[in-house]
């Protein structure tokens, strides 16, 4: 079955980097676009990042353009998010997601803790 | 806060019925039929329960339906079952250059 598993979350101080990783199973990954998505605490979600089925387009949200960037490896089914200058707004639950078609995300990871503090 | 507007809770007894509603604009909600609905039981994966507004995606419950008015979109969810209490967010697609699309806030269901 489809499986999205996100690793690489943690603590990291403001300013700092980190990169998100997304293990995929179950289907043909270099098939999908993928997206980054995110949920600070009680907040809702918010859509971050996509990437085409080859890596050749992608695209971010401005509230972290500039900042974060998407890649995908399709000879290891793999999906990361390099994110640098983190600041403590960015502190959520970070989800990798396989786009349906259009709009719409079909499955999800289970998500990574980023927490950015001091 | 959120782009589009939900309500934080709802709460009926098992076998009831209820709608959730989504309110946005006519940058988003009002102005495309891209809307859809997931379902988050917190802690695990987030589930799409139906795209273009209304259509369900293999292996969703036809209990779950969609609507759409203007700039307000609704999820309807009859014969409610304790498994069906979670967090129910809108997502919609926007004219805005800064994202994609645009979430909810989310609303709690508690199913008594």
């Known amino acids: 079955q489809v499986q999205l598993v996100e690793s690489g979350g943690g603590l990291v101080k403001p300013g700092g980097s980190l990169r998100l990783s997304c293990a995929t199973s179950g289907f043909t990954f270099s098939d999908y676009y993928m997206s980054w998505l995110r949920q600070a605490p009680g907040k809702g979600l918010e859509w971050l990042s996509y990437?085409?089925?080859?890596?050749?387009?992608?695209s971010h949200a401005d509230s972290v353009k500039g900042r974060f960037t998407i890649s995908r490896d399709n000879a290891n089914n793999s999906l990361y998010l390099q994110m640098n200058g983190l600041r403590a707004e960015d502190t959520a639950v970070y989800y990798c997601a396989r786009r349906l078609r259009g709009y719409y995300f079909d499955y999800w990871g289970q998500g990574s803790l980023v927490t950015v503090s001091a | 806060q959120s782009a589009l507007t939900q309500p934080a809770s709802v709460s009926a007894s098992p076998g009831q019925s209820i709608t959730i509603s989504c309110t946005g604009t006519?940058?988003?909600?009002?102005?495309?039929?891209?809307v859809s609905w997931y379902q988050h039981h917190p802690g695990k994966a987030p589930k799409l329960l139906l795209y273009?507004?209304?259509r369900r995606p293999s292996g969703v419950s036809d209990r779950f339906s969609g609507s759409q008015s203007g700039n307000t979109a609704s999820l309807g969810i009859s014969g409610l079952q304790a498994e069906d209490e979670a967090d129910y967010y809108c997502?919609?697609?926007?004219?805005?250059?800064?994202?994609?699309?645009?979430f909810g806030g989310g609303t709690k269901l508690t199913v008594l």
């Open positions: 990437i085409d089925s080859t890596g050749s387009a992608i």
């Open positions: 006519s940058s988003d909600i009002g102005g495309y039929t891209f």
């Open positions: 273009d507004v209304s």
């Open positions: 997502c919609s697609y926007t004219r805005s250059s800064a994202t994609l699309v645009v």
